[in-house]
């Protein structure tokens, strides 16, 4: 039997466990968490999918950066008030416990970059991970789940047609992953027609809007759309320039002021920049 027949035998497993859990109701969930961190499209999908097969999450968390676009924030809300009312839990919002309020003012008292200007993914790791992990660490059940010497599980919005995301993603000494849109047979499509099924529109792709890993097109979408919001970004590259010596700004080989200023020919030759494997991607169109 390969390994990859093993790990779907024990996903089936452990979903069968959830839906049991959720089932008995939450007095006896305390040595079985189920925890979710939100992000952008497929994980609301993924909480519709777990309404629809019977199984509730625990916790649901969603770390903000401080310069999530307005449409995140929006979609969180939406999210949030859909999720209390049909699995009995709203979204927790956590922050990084830090002496800079946001990323981006971490970004320009350092006169620096978002790390996936220069290749690294410690922006998502510092903002997104980190708070996450100290909220769990705090709350009563998963406490509680650790002590009984039980790890908790993380449920990801991975989808079937993105079966290699999960393939890297080990258990650890306190979580367990399991990835339900996989497992049910999700694929892209079907996490649009569930948003359309509940009433809620289909959120953007949830990312910060200086983002390194935005397209071209998406920054293009910015300074049309929020240009307020791209000329903190230009603010950003222009505060960051001194210190910058292998890239140009946030686009990498290009600078977001200059793109804009260039004509469609010069635009084609401009490299789109590498898309991090970092928390924030949530994959294309969702």
Request: aromatic share 10%.
């Amino acid at each position: 039997m390969e390994m990859k027949d093993v790990a779907r035998i024990l996903s089936t497993s452990l979903s069968k466990l959830m839906r049991t859990r959720g089932n008995r109701g939450m007095a006896e969930t305390k040595t079985n968490v189920l925890a979710i961190a939100f992000g952008g499209g497929r994980n609301g999908a993924m909480l519709f999918a777990m309404y629809e097969h019977g199984v509730r999450p625990d916790v649901i968390t969603f770390a903000d950066t401080g310069g999530e676009k307005p449409e995140t924030y929006e979609a969180v809300e939406r999210m949030s008030k859909w999720s209390e009312e049909h699995l009995g839990q709203s979204i927790v919002t956590v922050h990084k416990n830090s002496m800079y309020s946001s990323l981006e003012d971490n970004c320009l008292k350092k006169k620096m970059l978002p790390s996936a200007a220069y290749g690294f993914r410690s922006c998502s790791d510092k903002w997104k991970i980190q708070p996450q992990a100290v909220f769990m660490n705090s709350y009563g059940p998963a406490i509680e789940c650790w002590a009984a010497g039980n790890k908790v599980t993380k449920a990801l919005g991975y989808d079937a047609g993105e079966m290699r995301r999960g393939q890297n993603i080990k258990e650890d000494a306190k979580y367990r992953y399991w990835f339900p849109l996989q497992e049910w047979g999700w694929y892209l499509e079907d996490c649009i027609a569930a948003y359309e099924r509940h009433g809620l529109a289909v959120p953007p792709k949830s990312a910060c809007y200086y983002c390194p890993s935005s397209t071209k097109k998406e920054v293009l979408a910015l300074a049309k759309d929020h240009p307020d919001l791209f000329q903190r970004a230009v603010e950003m590259e222009r505060n960051a320039a001194s210190n910058l010596k292998v890239v140009i700004g946030l686009g990498r080989h290009w600078s977001w002021e200059n793109l804009v200023q260039i004509s469609e020919a010069q635009l084609q030759l401009l490299p789109e920049p590498p898309q991090i494997a970092c928390v924030c991607f949530d994959g294309e169109d969702l």
